[in-house]
């Protein structure tokens, strides 16, 4: 959403995109003006909240104002003939749902482009980060309670988070601090009265277990309605593989609405997940109707019990216990008045469909409910599946096996030494014939820093600025993007993988993704050597960073294109300190860019002492050029402001701590349909059916030459 907020004839309101407000918060909390941090972070979280809302909103009441027409009791597939007058109504359905649902949106939250929202972004909200930053703001102007509710937030995602915990800890002891300021603020309602419910199971309480389960399942269908309705948004091209796709008219609405209907799937898996707990509830919604007959039972109301168990047994018909609970039930009541109560409804329609799609299309469903009836599933499918899940199972447990045993040789290496291995010792051999050594630690003034050239060659450079340009004419909002770090200069800052998706365009880019992985794993390489590391360097994240100078705001600049700062922690000059916490990316261990260019003005790299005034070094960028080091405080950097052109660069962190590698995940089909994802490091590199993997990972590979990719799509789990 990063455009600017443009003009909208149509739209009263214009909802502030929260990206933005996000970013403006984590900028003022950098700036400690804990205000300024509180009311954009709040408006964030509210905005997102709205928007979900309103998504939810106008899709629900624009189905309800235009139906599609009577619901299919079974499949039936009728082929009318192409262009007839009912082929025409229902795509001016279609159009008339589209116009209502664009309508709708943009009358209550403005354009939706603007609320276009990058990957990393939502990534931070669904980690709960913004109450990170919240609750030091609020803990600054003393507004405790509210402080202690955004860390307990925040911490119940987080339960790993060590500052977090000790955070809670502190605010347990303090005085003015109450049990109940420990609040969950993102708490579903279903899933909070499904849990009070339980509460009161436990205890015997049966009549206000009733209350809350009920609630819960009412809440539970609110929720699952909304789900479902956010399900139908963008097709999810999966990273790559739009690359290799193209279908007519119908194909892509029956892939695009499977997708959505896959979607509307996994809200059951969605809504029984809560924060703190790692695995969703099993069964979710049948265990509430199982509560309840109990609970109704206990309470002695048998006619609700006999409606819960029977809608329990939708899911689940062969259920012994439940079967002789109804029985029960049934004789106390009465078996006339018993046979005549009916179960609450459900529908099985969507399932239907996408076994039919899994079966006519080859478009692959993974049901996520236990309790599907198995004559929904066709017959053909269901013995299929039932060979596939032995040998996937199989093939898993010894890929499984494979990667622990890689993983624990990684580790075993890795205990030996990882803080010996910082011990410097620079001035290993540099692999390479065409690089050479510039300038030492000693000649830049410091420690643990190597300027290195001959990297990669100016066709090569050219390339890669190629790339990173593509996306940016691109992607949407990357170009004229502000720069975080100074008015003066626009950004553009991508991922690799993100570049090549989306300046995928003929045959260039394919080759340009295989120069930046053989190229990185280059830089790689030889920092490892360098610097003589006994352990090895992981990949932990990579950028290509293009700052380019805005001519009309160059007067009387004092600024820099990026503030001196370190990357492994928090510089506070005022302090001549650099403190080791989140937010700072704790885990990286050394940095390096490699420059592209040099026909600009302005723009060199510096190091300085830790109070980010004196310049103990200076570097001019030029193609092929790499300023390599150690990622902490002992080397405080940054960039000098850009008055002229346009500096681009590819920085690149590594780290010693294998659980922090970037990883990608590659989708892999066997020939059968059956799915595996299977998680690897950053630098094998994937093109198509070719993989390449590292040394001493091969024998992975031999697992899988019996199954063929049918699209790698690459996205950081870390
Ligand atoms: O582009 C450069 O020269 C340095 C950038 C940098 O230090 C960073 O992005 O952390
Ligand atoms: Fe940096």
Redesign the pocket.
């Known amino acids: 959403a990063h455009s600017a907020l443009g003009c909208s004839l149509s739209s009263n309101v214009i909802l502030e995109p929260y990206d933005l407000l996000f970013d403006t918060a984590v900028e003022a909390y950098y700036k400690g003006d804990w205000m300024t941090v509180i009311l954009n972070m709040e408006r964030a979280l509210r905005n997102k909240a709205a928007i979900r809302r309103v998504k939810a909103h106008c899709r629900i009441t624009c189905a309800n104002q235009s139906a599609f027409g009577e619901p299919l009791s079974n499949i039936v597939v009728s082929i009318p003939g192409a262009g007839s007058v009912e082929d025409l109504g229902f795509f001016q359905k279609i159009m008339k749902r589209a116009d209502c649902v664009n309508t709708c949106e943009s009358d209550k939250i403005g354009p939706a482009t603007i609320h276009k929202i990058t990957e990393d972004v939502d990534l931070e909200f669904k980690k709960r980060t913004p109450y990170n930053y919240l609750q030091v703001a609020y803990f600054k102007i003393n507004k405790l309670d509210k402080a202690v509710a955004a860390a307990n937030t925040f911490f119940l995602a987080n339960p790993d988070h060590m500052e977090m915990r000790q955070n809670l800890d502190y605010y347990r002891m303090m005085s003015g601090v109450q049990e109940e300021d420990f609040k969950d603020l993102e708490a579903w309602p279903h899933m909070a009265e499904f849990l009070a419910g339980k509460r009161y199971y436990s205890s015997d309480s049966f009549g206000l277990a009733i209350d809350h389960f009920e609630a819960a399942v009412e809440e539970y269908f609110s929720a699952d309605q909304e789900c479902r309705a956010l399900c139908e948004g963008a097709y999810d091209y999966d990273g790559y593989n739009y690359m290799e796709y193209s279908a007519d008219l119908f194909q892509s609405m029956t892939d695009h609405y499977m997708q959505i209907l896959n979607c509307k799937q996994s809200c059951s898996v969605e809504l029984a997940s809560t924060a703190g707990k790692d695995k969703p509830f099993e069964d979710f919604l049948p265990s509430h109707f199982n509560y309840l007959q109990f609970s109704y039972y206990n309470s002695e109301k048998y006619e609700q019990a006999i409606e819960c168990a029977k809608t329990y047994l939708l899911f689940h018909p062969e259920e012994e216990v439940m079967n002789q609970n109804l029985a029960y039930y049934s004789a106390v009541l009465g078996e006339d008045k018993a046979a005549a109560i009916p179960a609450r409804q459900q529908s099985l329609l969507e399932k239907e469909l996408l076994y039919f799609a899994f079966e006519v299309f080859g478009i692959t469903f993974v049901d996520p409910d236990s309790w599907t009836p198995a004559d929904i599933m066709p017959l053909k499918l269901r013995e299929k599946q039932k060979a596939d899940r032995e040998t996937a199972a199989r093939i898993t447990e010894e890929i499984g096996n494979l990667m622990k045993e890689i993983e624990t040789l990684v580790e075993e290496k890795n205990k030996e030494s990882t803080d010996i291995a910082k011990i410097v010792r620079e001035g290993g051999p540099l692999l390479f014939d065409d690089i050479k050594i510039t300038m030492s630690s000693k000649q830049l003034n410091g420690s643990q820093r190597v300027l290195l050239d001959g990297f990669i060659s100016e066709g090569e450079c050219r390339e890669l600025t190629r790339l990173s340009n593509a996306a940016a004419l691109k992607g949407d909002g990357y170009r004229g993007l502000p720069s975080p770090h100074s008015p003066s200069e626009s950004f553009q800052?991508i991922t690799v993988l993100k570049a090549i998706k989306f300046g995928q365009e003929g045959t260039v880019p394919l080759k340009s993704a295989r120069l930046f992985f053989d190229m990185s794993e280059k830089v790689r390489r030889v920092l490892e050597s360098y610097f003589r590391l006994d352990s090895p360097l992981y990949f932990s994240y990579s950028?290509l960073?293009c700052?380019s100078a805005i001519d009309e705001k160059q007067d009387d600049r004092d600024d820099l294109?990026?503030p001196v700062?370190a990357?492994n922690c928090l510089l506070v000059s005022e302090l001549n300190k650099c403190i080791k916490e989140p937010p700072a990316y704790t885990h990286r261990d050394y940095?390096a860019?490699l420059?592209l260019n040099d026909d600009f003005e302005g723009?060199d790299?510096i190091f300085t002492e830790l109070d980010a005034k004196t310049v103990t070094a200076a570097?001019r960028?030029q193609c092929g050029r790499v300023?390599g080091f150690g990622a902490g405080e002992e080397n405080p950097?940054?960039?000098r402001a850009v008055t002229k052109g346009q500096?681009c660069?590819v920085?690149l962190?590594f780290t010693l701590d294998p659980k922090h590698e970037e990883k990608v995940t590659y989708l892999l089909v066997n020939p059968s349909g059956v799915m595996y994802s299977l998680c690897f490091y950053h630098a094998i590199y994937c093109d198509g059916l070719f993989c390449n993997l590292r040394e001493g990972e091969s024998n992975a590979f031999h697992l899988l030459i019996h199954l063929h990719f049918i699209s790698f799509s690459c996205f950081s789990l870390s």
């Open positions: 800052g950028h960073v700052r294109s990026h700062h990357d940095s860019i420059y723009g790299f570097v960028p300023v950097h940054g960039v500096r660069a920085a962190w």
